[in-house]
C-alpha cells in the first residue's frame, strides 16, 4: 500500500498489484495450474499438448491440427500466476486433404 498525494491536495492510498511473473510459485503448483488451465481450455485437444515446467518456463510440447489450437494452448498458460515465460514447440500438422 503506497500513500500518495497528488498535485490538487488529494489523498490517496493506492495499492499495487505485481506482476503475475513475479508472483512466486514452485514448479509443481505452476505445473498442476498448466494442466488445468489447457484442459479447461476449449480449443485446445485434449491429450495433444504436454506440458513442463522449469524455473517459471511453461514449456509446451505436442501436435494439433489448427495453428488456433496451438495458440489457444499458449494463451491458456500464458497469464497464470508465476509464469515467467512460455516456450511454444508445439508443432501443427494439417488434417490430410480428402
Given at each position: 500500500m503506497t500513500h500518495t498525494v497528488f498535485d490538487n491536495?488529494?489523498?490517496a492510498d493506492i495499492s499495487t498489484i505485481p506482476h503475475r511473473s513475479c508472483v512466486p510459485r514452485a514448479?509443481?503448483?505452476l505445473?498442476?495450474?498448466?494442466m488445468r488451465?489447457?484442459?479447461?481450455?476449449?480449443?485446445v485437444p485434449n491429450g495433444h499438448v504436454v506440458v513442463s515446467v522449469h524455473e517459471g518456463v511453461?514449456?509446451?510440447d505436442g501436435r494439433?491440427?489448427?495453428y488456433f489450437e496451438r495458440a489457444a494452448a499458449e494463451c491458456?498458460?500464458?497469464?497464470l500466476d508465476g509464469v515467467r515465460a512460455v516456450e511454444n514447440h508445439i508443432l501443427?500438422?494439417?488434417p490430410a486433404e480428402r
Amino acid at each position: 500500500m503506497t500513500h500518495t498525494v497528488f498535485d490538487n491536495g488529494v489523498e490517496a492510498d493506492i495499492s499495487t498489484i505485481p506482476h503475475r511473473s513475479c508472483v512466486p510459485r514452485a514448479d509443481y503448483e505452476l505445473l498442476a495450474a498448466s494442466m488445468r488451465a489447457l484442459r479447461d481450455a476449449v480449443h485446445v485437444p485434449n491429450g495433444h499438448v504436454v506440458v513442463s515446467v522449469h524455473e517459471g518456463v511453461v514449456v509446451l510440447d505436442g501436435r494439433t491440427s489448427f495453428y488456433f489450437e496451438r495458440a489457444a494452448a499458449e494463451c491458456a498458460v500464458r497469464f497464470l500466476d508465476g509464469v515467467r515465460a512460455v516456450e511454444n514447440h508445439i508443432l501443427v500438422e494439417p488434417p490430410a486433404e480428402r
